[in-house]
């Protein structure tokens, strides 16, 4: 798919059904000259130039990529008549497809019944969890992995109910004893559990937490903003299989939120929540002077919190679903790609004389810093800030990594050895969402690697 054949497309496919509408004649009020656009567009497009190549391999720090070409094409035919979802009314077409994605996204999870919505991205789609966990279990409070996204503390705060940080384990996932003791005290109501943390990639137990569900009467929210498609490699076989059963476990869960704009190849101000229970929708009854719902079916304003949504998002995503579903042979085989990058990088990282592997990659995050002799959190902290700048400002051949924080404690958890000799050791982070972080994997663990030796110490 090359967009310079496509865009133009999407540009005469506007047009035709414009001109379905009849003839009329712009105001000139608007009207700008192309000379003066020409001049401002130039500067424009030599400001975008201050930007990291997001699309290449050499870039492999934070998790981000451009759009697939389905949903740039997608997204700009839609936005050039600009429907807006709050109301089918303020879009028939885009509404009906944001209802029709957000039933395959409910699938993917093995949700037998839904309700849910496309959001501006994962924060808000996590607000709106814990809005519905709130009106659920009124008074009660909510309890989140230490490891967990920052979003889960403020969301609370904005919310006014309280959170509690339960302690992660050696692998960065939720330790279950911790958070057992803590539904002990009667006091929580909800529990965010993390597929895939934002730091780590670490999943957390949650087919053991459906247990306590039962036991405490607790509602379980999942948090797979960055994670969730990883679902559609659950139970697979070949090196980038996963365990199936806490991805199993989701469909029992409450609620859900996953980021189509992270890893479902789409631009941003694209995130999901969904509901296993149809009949949260009471918690959101509101009556706006400014819309006329028209019709009976479901208005997705009605179940909202946000009111104005592009429904460009949804076209994007129902165009991207279309070429690439939500089966281990579409969309599964772009993200196993990443997955068997960062397994093999891994590999590669534990043999490296350079290198040393912070832990074993659980989804396509791998995490990592040089090797100082002897091992200690200041010379990890300083050595993994030194490389992360020096690759980056190479003048030949930079790499773009990102960086971790990590406190002593996770840190010497998995590494004993290491000499404690600071309160935190920053390491080296790589999230591999391309599918050329595969093909060219070797040339920038090389590049890395001889980075990481040409250190001046
Ligand atoms: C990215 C992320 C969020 C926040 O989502 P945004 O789309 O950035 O608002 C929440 N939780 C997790 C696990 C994430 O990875």
């Known amino acids: 798919m090359d967009l310079r054949e496509w865009l133009p497309q999407a540009v005469e496919a506007h047009s035709a059904w414009r001109a379905g509408f009849g003839v009329y ?15 401002a ?10 930007n990291y190549p997001f699309f290449h391999p050499r870039y492999a720090g934070q998790m981000v990529k451009p759009p697939h070409p389905a949903a740039v094409i997608g997204y700009v035919t839609a936005m050039l008549a600009n429907p807006n979802n709050h109301a089918r009314e303020g879009g028939p077409a885009t509404t009906d497809m944001e209802i029709e994605v957000v039933a395959e996204l409910a699938g993917m999870f093995g949700f037998p019944r839904h309700l849910g919505h496309l959001t501006g991205g994962g924060t808000v789609a ?24 920052t979003a889960h503390a403020r969301m609370c705060h904005l919310l006014g109910m309280r959170g509690h940080a339960v302690p992660v384990d050696a692998h960065g996932r939720m330790d279950m004893d911790a958070l057992e003791d803590l539904l002990r005290g009667g006091r929580v109501g909800t529990v965010v559990l993390t597929a895939g943390t934002t730091g780590l ?18 509602r379980l929210h999942v948090d797979a903003a960055y994670g969730g498609f990883f679902t559609l490699l659950a139970g697979g076989s070949g090196a980038e299989a996963l365990p199936s059963e806490p991805w199993l476990a989701i469909g029992a869960c409450d609620s859900v939120v ?69 089966t281990r042979d579409g969309l599964g085989a772009v993200l196993a790609c990443g997955r068997r990058a960062a397994l093999r990088w891994a590999e590669l990282i534990t043999d490296s004389p ?64 290491a000499v404690g000799d600071a309160e935190q050791a920053r390491v080296l982070r790589s999230v591999l969402l391309k599918p050329e972080s595969e093909t060219h994997l070797d040339g920038l663990h090389h590049r890395v690697e001889e980075l990481a030796m040409r250190r001046d110490r």
């Open 354 to 417: 350079a290198l040393d592997l912070y832990q074993r990659p659980e989804l396509d995050i791998v995490t990592f810093f040089p090797r100082t002799e002897p091992m200690s959190l200041s010379g990890v902290d300083a050595g993994s800030t030194r490389l992360c700048t020096t690759a980056a400002e190479a003048a030949a051949d930079p790499v773009f990594l990102s960086i971790l924080c990590t406190t002593a404690e996770a840190f010497r958890a998995r590494h004993p050895g």
């Open 258 to 326: 996953v980021d189509p704009h992270k890893h479902g190849l789409q631009p941003y101000g694209c995130g999901a929540v969904i509901f296993s229970d149809p009949g949260v929708a009471r918690h959101y009854r509101h009556e706006s002077p400014f819309t006329f719902f028209t019709e009976a079916a479901l208005h997705l304003g009605e179940v909202s919190l946000e009111c104005s949504r592009a429904g460009a998002a949804a076209a994007a995503l129902w165009l991207t679903l279309k070429v690439l579903p939500l």
């Open 25 to 39: 004649t712009p105001h000139p009020v608007d009207d700008v000259d192309d000379e003066d656009f020409a001049a």
């Open 126 to 149: 996590n607000l709106e969890a814990l809005y519905v966990a709130r009106e659920s279990h009124p008074g009660r409070d909510v309890a989140f992995s230490a490891d967990g996204h």
């Open 201 to 218: 990639g670490a999943v957390d137990p949650i087919h053991e937490a459906l247990v306590l569900k039962e036991k405490y009467g607790v």
């Open 41 to 50: 567009y130039a500067e424009f497009v030599k400001r975008m130039d201050d």
